[in-house]
């Protein structure tokens, strides 16, 4: 008896001492072991950005903005159109073109909480570089979308076309072609020849260092003009203002005000025709 009694007590013994050496496997990343997925996440910054958020372009104004530059060489042609918003040009000493469009931004339309990313061609031709607006297909109001453009101070601006926003350009030498349905044109600091629409808007042009084959023509259907020339600046002048006046402080060698003028300032040179058939025209000094 006491034999068996003797073997049961060191069995007992065995299995309790085999127990306390078992040897659990290291948990690893195995979900579950005391971990929480959440925390992890957080405290270690693992968890990878979305790649939408990389490519989003950047924001201005509460807009989103397209930019592009492309090389111009000095003296080429840049053309634009942009159906609405307003459009600002103006030179730099590089040979390209840096081109800025922000939705949203410009013109009298009030745009909507969600503002797209505005759909704008930059291409190069044969001539120079065309940028341009997209025809907007969605529905509603198509948004408006504003340009601020640095280009060459030596560039012919052909074909520039806004149905609805303000132009300006400055610091600018070569040949300037615009229409402009709705809104105002503004020039300064610029050389070279000019030829402009402004529907229903006004026009204030500075023309420095005229020569003569520097033709102005200037025509606002709805609004006024104002021309500003140097103080020894010659012209040939032709102004016509049916329902206003023609103002000038240079000597025309008329009367004036008049409705309709035509004469000489300083010895002649260039032509300049200015045209105003809903407003006043007004010729003064450039400061």
Partial sequence: MKRT???AILGAAGLALSAACLILPHPGEAEGWRRIPERDRTETGRTEPRRTEERAPARSGGGTEFRRAVPLRAGSSLTLENDYGNVEITGWDRDEVDVVAAAGAGGDRTSSYRRPAPDVEVRETGRGVLVRTRTFEGEGTPPAVGYRI???????????????????????????????????????????????TVGAGAADVEVLDLREEDSIIITCRRGDIVLRLEAG?????????????????????????APTVKGWIGQGGPNIVLRAPNGRIEIVKAK
């Avoid at 060459?152 to 610091?171: F, I, K, T, W």
């Avoid at 615009?178 to 030829?195: C, H, R, W, Y």
């Avoid at 600046?233 to 005000?257: M, N, W, Y």
């Fill in 5 to 7: 009694a003797w073997l």
């Fill in 233 to 257: 600046a010659g012209a040939i002048v032709e102004a016509d203002a049916p329902r206003g006046l023609v103002r000038s402080e240079f000597d025309l060698g008329r009367t004036l005000p």
């Fill in 150 to 196: 640095r280009a060459p101070q030596s560039v012919v601006l052909a074909g520039l076309r806004l149905s609805e926003g303000d132009l300006r350009v400055s610091d600018i030498f070569g040949r300037l072609e615009a229409s402009v349905d709705q809104g105002n044109l503004k020039v300064e600091n610029f050389s070279g020849a000019i030829d402009v």
